[in-house]
């Protein structure tokens, strides 16, 4: 997707972190913007900002756990702006327990938000992207422990998510190549990025609320040692770069190569054990 100046850029998650950059980054580019966030001061503050620089911008309040408010997001989107031609699914939540510790809750909510939020929106918007035959694209804001898991900081249920959302990904570009439709898909996996994920539990609804979760802050060692840690801006900066090139993967911090390698080398060894281990 070269060319971004003029189109509509649909970002959920934009009230903050690399939502929030994004539709600045986007606004740059001589975008028009719809901010999608759960927090709907977040969303308008930041729509507000792009304003007062003389952008095109809407603020929508939508959680994306209900389709319903993600298709009529879709519609304001089109009312307001006409297509679609970037859509960044950028909403995301943490949990931060043990495995073991995890209430049904906890994966409900996760998994509501992390993975079916983002199917929510390519159901919502990808039918009349394909439909119109412009130039577009998908962008889905994974993680680095989409591609290997860091055994710290009680990640399982973000890992658990982010892995299956980097499948969603591949497998959703992979069928748009196929049917020939010129919409690109992009998965992003970022290691450490000062947001405030780390606070989502500021956002669980009512009906899924747990125990208190533990303590996790930029300051837990756990999280501060993590290396490479970026801007939201600087990751926005990497995320539009990514669109204009049609990158299937949106790789920002390359401090974390070695771990991906690790996890691939012992994959590849277990096709070694595969393949000695057969009967002759």
Not at 54 to 59: K, L
Not at 118 to 125: D, E, K, L, Q
Request: negative net charge; aromatic residues 4%; hydrophobic residues 45%.
């Amino acid at each position: 997707m070269r060319e971004l100046r003029g189109q509509v850029a649909v970002i959920t998650g934009g009230g903050s972190g690399i939502g929030a950059a994004l539709s600045h980054a986007c606004a740059e580019r001589g975008m028009r913007v719809a901010v999608a966030d759960v927090e709907e001061s977040a969303a308008e503050s930041v729509a507000e900002a792009l304003r007062i620089r003389g952008a095109e911008a809407m603020a929508c309040q939508v959680d994306v756990r209900s389709r319903d408010a993600v298709e009529e997001l879709a519609g304001a989107v089109d009312s307001k702006f006409g297509q679609t031609h970037l859509l960044c699914n950028n909403a995301g939540v943490m949990v931060t327990r043990p495995l073991l510790e995890l209430e049904e809750k906890d994966w409900e909510w996760s998994l509501s938000v992390n993975l079916l939020g983002v199917i929510h929106a390519v159901s919502a918007f990808l039918p009349g992207m394909i439909a119109r035959g412009e130039a577009g694209h998908v962008v889905n804001t994974a993680s680095i422990v989409g591609l290997a898991a860091i055994s710290q900081g009680g990640l399982g249920a973000y890992t658990t998510t982010k892995f299956a959302l980097v499948g969603f990904s591949e497998y959703l570009r992979e069928e748009l190549k196929a049917a020939g439709a010129p919409i690109g898909v992009s998965v992003v996996c970022p290691g450490a990025v000062t947001t405030r994920i780390a606070e989502s539990e500021r956002n669980r609804p009512d009906e899924l609320q747990t125990g208190p979760a533990p303590a996790h802050s930029e300051s837990d060692p756990r999280v501060a040692t993590i290396p490479g840690r970026q801007s939201p801006e600087e990751v926005a900066a990497s995320i539009l770069t990514g669109v204009e090139e049609d990158d299937t993967w949106i790789l920002t911090h390359p401090e974390m190569k070695p771990l991906v390698e690790a996890r691939t080398r012992a994959l590849l060894a277990a096709f070694d054990v595969a393949a000695a281990r057969r009967p002759a």
